[in-house]
């Protein structure tokens, strides 16, 4: 495996958005297949851990289709919310994913906490863990993030999930403003992805 590199890829997940972002991060010699595809659908995300649920994932989809599988599991902690929604990110979002729903939940909780949030730094992370997992793989891992704070309002039609709240250190724009070439400079997905890069 060390020496071996991998040719053809599926990326596990059911999100067009975060597929459409990982295939740019992968490298082009590979052959990339999305689950998608396959119309398979998801399963249960019983793990505690980022981590744990990427595993998951990519444990399962590759039983499924026989491919090795790259599944990421991310989402967005906030300090003051006690790191929420965390592994529950998409789950703010509903049945659907519905992404509006989440952010005004966020808004909702930020707002039960403390009145004046607006008027604070809110501190939070993006956490990305990636796994790849199949056959003759031993599974490989790796985590990225990227600290920041919440925008006082949703900004910006670019990215996907909660990209439109979320300022990264050093930015004063929202990842939801940000062009796609700037955001995978600096996102917790790349971070991530160079972690693998070797074996890709």
Same mark, same amino acid.
């Given at each position: 495996m060390k020496k071996k590199k991998i040719k053809d890829l599926?990326?596990?997940s059911n999100n067009a958005g975060k597929v459409r972002e990982i295939k740019q991060l992968l490298p082009k010699n590979i052959n990339v297949y999305s689950i998608i595809d396959y119309k398979v659908r998801s399963p249960k995300e019983?793990? *505690?851990t980022f981590l744990q649920n990427s595993y998951i994932k990519s444990k399962y989809f590759s039983k499924k289709t026989g491919k090795i599988c790259l599944a990421d599991d991310s989402g967005l902690e906030i300090d003051i919310l006690n790191?929420?929604?965390g592994i529950f990110?998409?789950?703010w979002g509903g049945k659907n994913n519905n992404f509006n729903q989440a952010i005004n939940r966020v808004f909702k909780e930020l707002n039960k906490v403390d009145k004046n949030w607006k008027k604070k730094r809110i501190k939070a992370r993006f956490i990305c863990?990636?796994?790849i997992y199949g056959? *003759?793989?031993k599974k490989i891992h790796a985590i990225g993030k990227i600290e920041?704070?919440?925008s006082i309002k949703k900004i910006g039609k670019n990215g996907f999930g909660y990209d439109p709240i979320f300022i990264p250190n050093g930015e004063k724009i929202t990842f939801g403003q940000m062009k796609f070439k700037n955001k995978f400079k600096i996102d917790h997905r790349a971070k991530a992805f160079t972690k693998l890069k070797k074996f890709l």
């Open positions: 599926l990326i596990g019983t793990g *505690k790191k929420r929604p990110s998409a789950r863990a990636l796994t056959p *003759k793989v920041g704070r919440i």
